[in-house]
């Protein structure tokens, strides 16, 4: 079994041009096949709300949450970098209530990291949690709990004025003393200045190839997630197909009488007259 990676190995890619491999995984079984795939790195994101909990966003998803699909992600994969994401309205009070839910959060919830979207609006809530000693992830771009200020699930960056926002944010994510950024939605173009001018490790989601490593939803990349499929995807199974596939095959066989087989079945121990005489006990 590898060894887990520490910031400093996410570091030390970063300096040696080896992009870092980052997957979504909400349960036990997902992040163990991320492990036995070698995977770098897994998020516990609060994509969980729509992915595995079925809301339309992912305001409503809670620390309770969060934490608990951590502690099942970090059973499936004990090996590998993990980090949560802190749910809305767990740091966007003040920095004290950003900390006090992040040391909660990392205490119970076993992660590596935490990851908070936003930038200048979340520069003192970065830095506050940094200096207690907690690996911060920034995240800007296309940030998912505020997607209805932002008019929806949009590409961001794709103007001169909305890219030097994204790049004073970025600038702000890493002053503020965050160990690696997440870009989200944006032109590659944008995402390559950026990662020149970071001294962090940049990851992209829909961000484009020039940058210090990818993240995918599993449930997209996998084809399970079937509401929609963001244009930044690129499917590498249809794992919602089989597993329907499948169920209608159990529907037809029960309806049928061809399932359970004999092979299927436990046997008795006793001769057959010994139970016809315990089921005439009770006739």
Known sequence: ???KKSILDLYKMKEEGEKLTWITAYDFPMASFAEQAGMDMIL?????????????????VTMEDCISHCQAVRRGAPNTFAMGDMPFGSYQISDEDAVRNAVRFLKE?????????????????????SEAGIVV?????????????LGGFKAQGRKVSGARDMIRDAL??????????????????LTAFITEL???PVYGIGAGLPCDGQLIICGDML?????FTPKFVKQYANVAEICVNAMKAYVDDVKHSAFPEDKHVYHIQDSIEDFEKLFDEFR
């Open 1 to 3: 079994m590898a060894r």
């Open 198 to 200: 970071l001294d962090i």
């Open 137 to 149: 992830c920034g995240h800007i771009g296309l940030t998912p709990q505020s997607s209805g200020a």
């Open 223 to 227: 084809g399970l997630f079937q509401a």
């Open 172 to 189: 702000a994510v890493q002053d503020a003393g965050a160990r690696m950024i997440l870009l989200e939605a944006m032109p590659p173009e």
């Open 44 to 60: 516990v994101g609060d994509s969980l709300g729509m992915v595995v909990l079925g809301y339309k966003g992912t305001v409503p």
């Open 109 to 129: 919830s076993d992660m590596d990291a935490v990851k908070l979207e936003g930038g200048v609006r979340v520069a003192s809530r970065i830095k506050a949690i």
